[in-house]
């Protein structure tokens, strides 16, 4: 079984912004991967006019309310930097019992992957993003700020075109929906960027060089 | 096209899949643009919301209860190789005529080659993969229905329906008028890909306006989210006035007052308060808020829902308010209709009602059963003797003090019960506390009608008798059990003016409600002196100031030594004067005899 992969529009946008897009995108990709009987719900972002569906299942929204907390607590470690997050579906299969391992095998068939730019100004506290929309003076205006944000809003939008038609597209490789209970069929799994990451630790390695006195590992 | 010759015992199940998608189709497109067929909220959690129906399982996608219309599916769609063509249309004004658009045009159809080639291998298994197929499909479609320009315009629609400019219906059926250039020009096309259910495949397709701002949609918001809070009273005064919040946004913002409100808070810049009136004795006024739905407070909260702009803008938001309550019950109607602040029979000041006067008369042309009070009034203040006879007027509780408050649940009869309660309550008020307080003045009026009254009246002289009277009066206000009348005696400034008011107020029969309202009114704006009582002597100034909130609190107790130790100086200066008196005669006399 092949493993398709996504890979979405970059997104430019403001710390304060992260939760609502992140949580925007993850449930979005996973309401059209829960193939279990669901009760849509309909959700109204609060900083831009787009409405997305989330399955409406507790659990589902706490772990992704989870793992978005643990992203945003990265960003504000490694301000002014592309981050990826991984969504990714698998199947679990027994894999043979061989000599050194009897582990039970992911395979994983799909693979999202949500880029976004981060921009985060330096000297100033994250806690202020939040519910501000007061021009700050390093950033300019309060007309940049607003069409930054259509601009945002606009590509949140052609992001989620993206996925629908991503799914519209590709259905052969969407393995059997087993008879469990609850809206989540398949088992998935978000990935964050984190201190062990190669391309983070690469990240390092050059600032180490550049500057010559490591810098703080989360 | 022949189905079958070799699906004969799969037909009905391709039927069955084909019906129910095109069901379900019909029941995401609808239910996400066609705001008066959703007889429910988006709430979307599985936990809490009831359990799905079977029907409603299909393609695991539960919206909740189907449209009537979609009921019918299967008598105008007879053959389901058919397409069907769902158009929503938008109808908006275009220089005052209405114009119906196309705004979306969805195509679903099970794609069917006339040809069928002979099936192999295995046709259930083909009917999983489509049917698994369908479920993404759906959620997709679903997805998509949220991304199109036609949802914001319906979302607006759903949540301030009557103060849009535009409605959104649609049209099924099995064909359609192609568009023309122009219109096709301004539209965009997105095609689902199919899924296969062999032997044909199942189809989405739709045609959507681009963008909808060349249309002038508006929906106006300001209006329906007015809310008044400065009306007169406050809500913790009254424990009735407790109005539910906002239905659909609009508050209840009018019916300030279920009893008697004190007059210091009256905002005289509105014309539709019944307070107007108050201040001119007006109990009819006053009483309108109950006219025509006492029913109504106990019962559902939209009818609470009486804007009181006191602007002209009120005839737009009353029929506003109609257009959004034509589903509900008419009930509801019936109560709208009947507002309470028409002041028809009263003689308010007409500057107070000059802002809203069209939608006065207008009002009142409605509100007949507003006017059947003012005969009431006259002729319940007629029954307002201190015996209280006359149980023929009509099915009136009597009016002791535990009724009222039951009286408001009745029904048409309990409306006449209760005004009648009204017009006694503006003389009796003080007298039902009093009797809620103490225990003892039941009947207070019919009681102390003449001899008490009277003799504080006439006699100046003894003055001890008249505080002791008085005191009587002034447990009105104290807030503990009266005490025995030789204690509690004299209250000097609160006592006379309560006597006085009672004295006054007592004949309702005679006085006009009016006045008795009148009397209220100065009794209650009297009501603070009793604070300032302690002052009056000087013993306590010092501690005058704090001495009013320990004395209301504690009442009777707390007065009663001082007005007694006053009232017995007072005795003594009386029977000093009294003794001098004798003692001068008597010398006079001891001197006739003598002499």
Known sequence: MNCEVCQLKELELEHFEIREVLRCLLHTIVFHRALGLVRPKDVDLELFDVTYVQCGEAELEKKIDEKIEQFVCWVEKHPNKKSQICLSFYELKNKQASWFSNKIERLYWEQWYINLNVAQHPKVHSSKYHHSKVGDPGEGTLEDRNARSAALEASLREVLFQIIKFVNEKKDHVPPIPNLEGAVSFPYEITIPSSSDSAFGMDMIKRMLQTGHPTMLS | MDLHNNVQPELGKLEQIVYQFLLKCLHIILDSRVPLLRPHDRSGDMSTGPRVRRSDKWFNLALGDRPSA?????????????????????????????????????????????????????????????????????????????????????????????????????????????????????????????????????????????????????????????????????????????????????????????????????????????????????????????????????????????????????????????????????????????????????????????????????????????????????????????????????????????????????????????????????????????????????????????????????????????????????????????????????????????????????????????????????????????????SCYSSHSPKADAEPEGGIATASGFFMPRKTADALEELRGYREMRDLLLSKSGNRILNKHEA
């Open chain 2, 70 to 534: 979609l009921d019918n599916l299967h008598f105008w769609h007879r053959n389901l190789m058919d397409p069907m063509i769902i158009d929503i249309i938008l109808v908006h004004e275009v220089d005052g005529s209405s114009v119906e658009t196309v705004i979306e045009r969805w195509l679903v159809q099970y794609d069917c080659p006339r040809v069928v080639a002979p099936q192999t291998g295995d046709i259930t298994s083909s009917y999983k993969k489509t049917y698994q197929k369908s479920i993404v499909l759906f959620r997709a479609l679903y997805s998509q229905m949220r991304l199109l320009p036609a949802y914001k315009i319906f979302r607006q629609l759903s949540t301030a329906s009557h103060t849009c400019n535009f409605d959104i219906i649609y049209k099924v059926s099995s064909f359609s008028d192609p568009f023309s250039r122009a219109e096709g020009g301004m539209m965009e096309e997105y095609n689902f890909t199919p899924v296969e259910a062999l032997p044909g495949r199942l189809c989405i397709s739709v045609t959507y306006r681009s963008t909808l701002s060349d249309f002038n949609l508006e929906c106006s918001t300001s209006l329906p989210t007015k809310i008044i809070t400065d009306y007169v009273g406050s809500p913790n005064t009254d424990p009735l006035r407790s109005f539910p919040a906002s239905y659909k946004g609009i508050r209840a913002t009018s019916f300030p007052l279920r009893g008697i409100a004190p007059p210091t808070s009256v905002p005289l810049e509105r014309p539709h308060s019944w307070t107007c009136g108050f201040h001119k004795a007006a109990p009819f006024v006053q009483n309108h808020p109950y006219v025509g739905s006492p029913p109504v407070y106990r019962g559902s909260p939209k009818p609470y829902d009486f804007p009181t702009p006191p602007t002209d803008s009120y005839g737009v938001r009353l029929q506003n308010l109609r257009m959004q309550n034509r589903h509900k019950s008419t009930s509801y109607d019936e109560h709208q209709l009947s507002p309470p602040f028409s002041p028809s029979p009263s003689p308010s000041p007409p500057t107070y009602f000059s802002g809203g006067n069209p939608m006065q008369t207008r009002l009142r042309s409605e509100t007949a059963p507003v006017t059947i009070p003012h005969s009431v009034m006259s002729k319940s203040s007629r029954n307002l003797s201190p015996n209280f006879s006359d149980p023929s007027r009509n099915s009136l509780p009597p009016l002791s003090p535990r009724r009222t408050d039951g009286s408001f649940q009745e029904s048409p009869s309990g409306i006449r019960s209760f005004r009648k309660l009204e017009a006694s309550r503006t003389g009796q008020k003080f007298v039902r506390d009093s009797k809620d307080d103490s225990g003892r003045f039941s009947g207070l009026l019919s009681s102390s009608g003449s001899p008490r009254i009277g003799f504080s009246r006439t006699s100046s002289r003894l003055s001890f008798q008249d505080e002791l009277d008085d005191g009587d009066f002034s447990c009105a206000f104290d807030v503990d059990d009266v005490d025995p009348p030789e204690v509690q005696s004299s209250q000097n400034a609160v006592g006379r003016s309560a006597a006085e008011i009672t004295s006054t107020s007592l004949p309702m029969g005679k006085k006009s409600q009016d006045a008795a309202v009148g009397v209220l009114v100065h009794m209650l704006r009297t009501a603070p002196p009793l604070r300032q009582d302690p």
